[in-house]
Nanobody, 116 residues
């Protein structure tokens, strides 16, 4: 079955960086686009970034452009999210997502807290 396991979250000071990882299994990873979402307390889940299966084309949410970078390693079935210049507004649970045969799959999430 499809499984997504995120890691790499934690507590970081404003201006700091974190790199999140999502290890995927249960499907042919290289054939699917992958996404990162986040959800802050009291807010709706929002798209952070996506990376297409082929060519490595990427797309970012407006507030993430220039600060976040999504990448993938198809040999390791892993998608990454490099986050730089973090602000308190980036505090949220970050989720990995894939759509396989019209079904959305989510990881358990990893907490990112930006605080001084």
């Amino acid at each position: 079955q499809v499984q997504l396991v995120e890691s790499g979250g934690g507590l970081v000071q404003p201006g700091g960086s974190l790199r999140l990882s999502c290890v995927a299994s249960g499907f042919v990873f290289s054939r699917y686009g992958m996404k990162w979402y986040r959800q802050a307390p009291g807010k709706e889940r929002e798209l952070v970034a996506l990376i297409f299966a082929r060519g490595g084309l990427t797309h970012y949410g407006d507030s993430m452009k220039g600060r976040f970078t999504i990448s993938r390693d198809n040999d390791k079935n892993t998608v990454y999210l490099q986050m730089n210049s973090l602000t308190v507004e980036d505090t949220a649970v970050y989720y990995c997502n894939v759509i396989v045969q019209t079904v959305h799959y989510w990881g358990q999430g990893t907490q990112v807290t930006v605080s001084s």
